[in-house]
T-cell receptor
């Protein structure tokens, strides 16, 4: 059973518009979340993170929102640029027992 | 070189072969990881080494054997693999195997088992 789900395998957005990538999780013990971006033939690169003590974190064009009650995470990219075309993975981690990250299956964004 | 490097980038092997994947990190980190990414599946953590000691083995079959001679190098020894082991194998490192540490990934080795 997947604990971290990215239900949209792909997303297409026009240049200059907002891209919204979504991620849902099931484990209420998760309290730290990350987004990674992956280009073809490269490893994932860290993009932005958020702790459960916050509901928003912003870094330039990238903003991550966390809704703990809904167990939902989203990444907003504004404005979207062609160079943002990549696969985006969300990952979640608990803080007790094991520190391992659980990854979603990714969403392919095309701008 | 900077960051996390992996060699080879591509590998084709038969089920009776023995091969090794190599990972090197130039970030001064103390924790290193092996992940497997199969088609349309999420990244799966395989092994974790922290200060050269294995701290996590995620129920990985014994045909995969990790080795961490020092904090900068990590190997994955492969023997008698199955076709379903074909996947992208990613190495990552972080400062420590601890709370809220960002992991930095290498480019991966794409493995095909015939």
């Amino acid at each position: 059973d997947q604990q971290v789900k990215q239900n949209s395998p792909s997303l297409s957005v026009q240049e200059g518009r907002i891209s919204i990538l979504n991620c849902d999780y099931t484990n209420s013990m998760f309290d730290y979340f990350l987004w990674y971006k992956k280009y073809p033939a490269e490893g994932p690169t860290f993009l932005i993170s958020i702790s459960s003590i916050k509901d928003k974190n912003e870094d330039g064009r990238f903003t991550v929102f966390l809704n703990k009650s809904a167990k939902h995470l989203s990444l907003h990219i504004v404005p979207s640029q062609p160079g943002d075309s990549a696969v985006y993975f969300c990952a979640a981690r608990g803080t007790s027992g094991t520190y391992k990250y659980i990854f979603g299956t990714g969403t392919r964004l095309k701008v | 070189e900077t960051g996390v490097t992996q060699t080879p980038r591509h590998l084709v092997m038969g089920m009776t072969n023995k091969k090794s994947l190599k990972c090197e990190q130039h970030l001064g980190h103390n924790a290193m990881y092996w992940y497997k990414q199969s088609a349309k599946k999420p990244l799966e953590l395989m092994f974790v080494y922290n200060f050269k000691e294995q701290t996590e083995n995620n129920s990985v079959p014994s045909r995969f054997s990790p080795e961490c001679p020092n904090s900068s190098h990590l190997f994955l020894h492969l023997h008698t693999l199955q076709p379903e082991d074909s996947a992208l194998y990613l190495c990552a490192s972080s400062q420590d195997w601890a709370f809220q540490e960002t992991q930095y990934f290498g480019p991966g080795t794409r493995l095909l088992v015939l």
